[in-house]
Every structure is written in structure tokens, then in C-alpha cells.
């Protein structure tokens, strides 16, 4: 128990019943503004797309309702949301929306109105794809080393990573051994895709192995054809950690060194690029999620974890710096420029 509790800058309550999950919250410029002020973008499993521009409250004042920029709802549930350079021909920034069987990407744009509150929000659909499979998340990110553009990869319920170049499919690949979908992260160092397999251990896969493998649907073909078409797709490094992991994220700061972090059930972990543990540190909680982000402190990396006895835990590598108590469980962290 925490004799400190986090102070809200800024809150509000969505819908009635709603249900949230990790991949549900976004921090970004969606709307590519002039002020490069990160707006806040939910999706819930009811269908719910929101987008919020914060503003600083009294506490007597409320929430403003200019606050919410838009809000619509996309009928199906949805599963993650992500931005990035989704859309060919420029750079600006798009919202990428996965459902189960479809992945949506829209334009966010604002029209001034002539009243202060009177600005209109819309989304505008770029283009969509139906998966074949049912998704569980995705990752992206300049796949290949590609320059001012980011490519989808989207992992299916049953193992398959099907990638996406912007408004086109790129191809499918099955990971070996699967049983159950894990957190997917992308390395842009290291051009790699990082999941932790339900054998519980890290796994990491260069995309260029995966663009060159034997494609998902031709595993039927004779032994010949099997040399001379491609070859199985082979794992680039894999470290056992002994338990299933809640998420998994890449970072690299200018001062710290870049890492790979895991979130275990009971241990917290900071790996190389090769995939040597940095560090680790044991928690003695049940985590719920978490993110890493800029330390003050050169050649060190802070860490926000939630737990599911509603505290946030700041950490500096493995030291615990302080311990704040929540109004409520946590399923999502991110750090924003507000």
C-alpha cells in the first residue's frame, strides 16, 4: 500500500460497460498539427474510436467537452490502435485500426470552425484489408530498412505474421511451433520481429528470413522444389525466461543503451539485441502492464509498471524510485507530450 496517490492532470470516463486491453490506447500527433501536441486515441471492444486533445483541469471545473476531438463508432470491436506512415505518397501520420478479420487506416483532420469550440474532427478510410485469419495484434515499422514509410505486420490467432506494404499484402509466414499468439514488437536496429512463443521463451526473426522462407501455403511440395523455392523459416536468437509474458517493448534513447524489455508474470526483464540479459528484476506483484521511457540519468532507462493492486511502480533499471497508488487497475501505460 502506497501512502502516495497519483494526481490526476487529467481524466475522464469512457462509455458505460466498456471493456479495454493493452493494445487499445495510443499516444500520438494524429492529426499532424502544427504544435506536434500528442493527442490521445482509445478503441474499445465495443466498437468505440476516441480521440482526446487534454487540457489542464480544475478540479472543480471537470472535463471540457472540447476535449474530446471525435468519437465514432466502427461496429466492430477493436483490437489495437497504432500510428504511423501508413499511407503511400506521404509522410504524414495515419491511424491504423485492427479488428478481428480487418485492418483499417484512416486520415484524422480537423476544420477550423469559426467558434472557439467549433473545430470538426473527422477520419477519412485510406484503404482497408480483410485478413483471412483472425488477428490478435500487430506491430510496424520501416520493415526492410525501408525510408519515410512504415509496413504492417499483423500476427493471427493460429501463428501466421501476414505483412502489409501500406495498401497492399505483402505475404504470410507461419511460425514454427505455435500454439498460442504472444506480444510482437519490431526492431528497427536489428530489422527484426520479437515475440515470446507459449514455450515461453523470446523469440526473434529477421525480416529478411521471413521474406525469403517458403510461403505458408506451399508446405505440401516435393523435396526438390524445397531447395530450390526457399528454405524454413529459422529463428535468429532465442532465450528461455520460464514464464509467459504480458508485453514487450524496444526502446533506444540517445543516452541509454538500446534494449529489449520484457514483462513477465513475476520478472521484469532488459535484454540485448542478440538477446543476453542486461537485467532482470523479480516483482513481487502481479503486473498488468507496462512501458519503458527517458531516464534523467545517463546510461539508465526508467520503467512505469502497473499492477493489480492499483499501484504504478517507477523504476531506474532495477531500483525502485517510487510507488504511487491508482484510482483503479491499470491495462494500458503510456508516456505522452501533452
Not at 520493415?143 to 501463428?159: A, E, W, Y
Not at 498460442?180 to 515470446?196: A, E, H, Q
Request: hydrophobic share 35%.
Amino acid at each position: 500500500m502506497s501512502l502516495f496517490k497519483a494526481r490526476d492532470w487529467w481524466s475522464t470516463i469512457l462509455g458505460e460497460k466498456e471493456e479495454f486491453d493493452q493494445g487499445c490506447l495510443c499516444v500520438a500527433n494524429v492529426d499532424n498539427s502544427g504544435s506536434g501536441q500528442d493527442k490521445i486515441i482509445v478503441g474499445s471492444h465495443m466498437g468505440y474510436l476516441r480521440i482526446f486533445n487534454p487540457h489542464p483541469v480544475k478540479p472543480e471545473e471537470g472535463v471540457r467537452p472540447e476535449d474530446l476531438l471525435l468519437e465514432v463508432q466502427l461496429r466492430e470491436p477493436i483490437l489495437q490502435v497504432e500510428v504511423g506512415k501508413f499511407v503511400s505518397g506521404t509522410e504524414g501520420l495515419h491511424l491504423a485500426v485492427l479488428h478481428c478479420r480487418k485492418l483499417c487506416v484512416y486520415a484524422v483532420s480537423g476544420t477550423l470552425g469559426n467558434v472557439e469550440h467549433g473545430n470538426q474532427y473527422q477520419i477519412k478510410l485510406m484503404y482497408e484489408h480483410n485478413l483471412q485469419r483472425t488477428a490478435c495484434n500487430m506491430t510496424y515499422g520501416p520493415f526492410g530498412g525501408v525510408k519515410g514509410r512504415d509496413l504492417i505486420c499483423i500476427q493471427s490467432m493460429d501463428g501466421m505474421l501476414m505483412l502489409f506494404e501500406q495498401e497492399s499484402y505483402a505475404f504470410g509466414r507461419f511460425l514454427p511451433g505455435f500454439l498460442l499468439p504472444g506480444p510482437l514488437t519490431y526492431s528497427s536496429r536489428t530489422d527484426s520481429f520479437i515475440t515470446v512463443s507459449s514455450c515461453r521463451q523470446v523469440e526473434s526473426y529477421k525480416y529478411q528470413v521471413l521474406a525469403f522462407a517458403t510461403d505458408a501455403d506451399e508446405r505440401q511440395e516435393t523435396e526438390q522444389q524445397k531447395h530450390s523455392s526457399g528454405k524454413r523459416l529459422a529463428v535468429d536468437w532465442v532465450l528461455n525466461i520460464g514464464e509467459q509474458a504480458l508485453d514487450i517493448c524496444v526502446v533506444s534513447f540517445n543516452q541509454a543503451v538500446s534494449s529489449v524489455f520484457v514483462l513477465g508474470e513475476r520478472n521484469f526483464f532488459c535484454l540485448k539485441d542478440n538477446g543476453q540479459i542486461r537485467f532482470m528484476k523479480k516483482l513481487d506483484y502481479s503486473p498488468s502492464c507496462f512501458i519503458p521511457y527517458c531516464s534523467v540519468k545517463e546510461g539508465t532507462i526508467n520503467t512505469l509498471i502497473g499492477n493489480h493492486s492499483k499501484t504504478l511502480n517507477v523504476y531506474q533499471d532495477v531500483t525502485l524510485k517510487w510507488a504511487t497508488q491508482l484510482p483503479h487497475i491499470p491495462v494500458s501505460v503510456k508516456v505522452a507530450n501533452l
